[in-house]
């Protein structure tokens, strides 16, 4: 064999060289992919978890909803009901009023009636 001369060392080192470097180079790429598809995967199990607390809660609501339904529809019933009768009572008692024309004719004869009083009494 030849002794190598200065440009085939120089060559030689600079190739070992290139060749770490691309090692090490293709090393934290391999990390960093490695690194980052845990980061996706903690994400990815992360949001899985908030879909399924917010899916339980979205439950909770809706059968909270449909109990409050169930429990107002069962209160405007027995508004109803209370109502009902409160109008039956206000047509009873509506029935018994005087007419406007009645009123009217009151008013006037107890106007009549004061003005009477007053009259006589200031003279």
């Known amino acids: 064999m030849e002794p190598l001369t200065q440009e085939q060392i120089t060559a030689r080192i600079v190739a070992e060289a290139v060749a770490s470097a691309a090692a090490a180079t293709a090393k934290a790429v391999s990390e960093a992919a490695q690194a980052a598809a845990m980061i996706v995967a903690k994400e990815h199990a992360s949001s899985a978890t908030d879909i399924e607390v917010?899916?339980?809660?979205?439950?909770?609501?809706?059968?909270?909803?449909t109990a409050f339904e169930s429990d107002l529809k069962d209160k405007l019933c027995t508004l109803n009901e209370n109502f009902k009768g409160v109008f039956e009572r206000l047509d009873v008692i509506t029935r018994g009023r005087v007419?406007?024309?009645?009123?009217?004719?009151?008013?006037?004869?107890?106007?009549?009636?004061?003005?009477?009083?007053?009259?006589?009494a200031t003279r």
Request: overall charge positive.
């Open 54 to 65: 917010i899916k339980t809660r979205i439950k909770g609501m809706e059968n909270h909803q």
């Open 99 to 120: 007419g406007p024309a009645i009123t009217a004719l009151l008013t006037i004869l107890s106007s009549a009636t004061v003005g009477l009083l007053v009259f006589a």
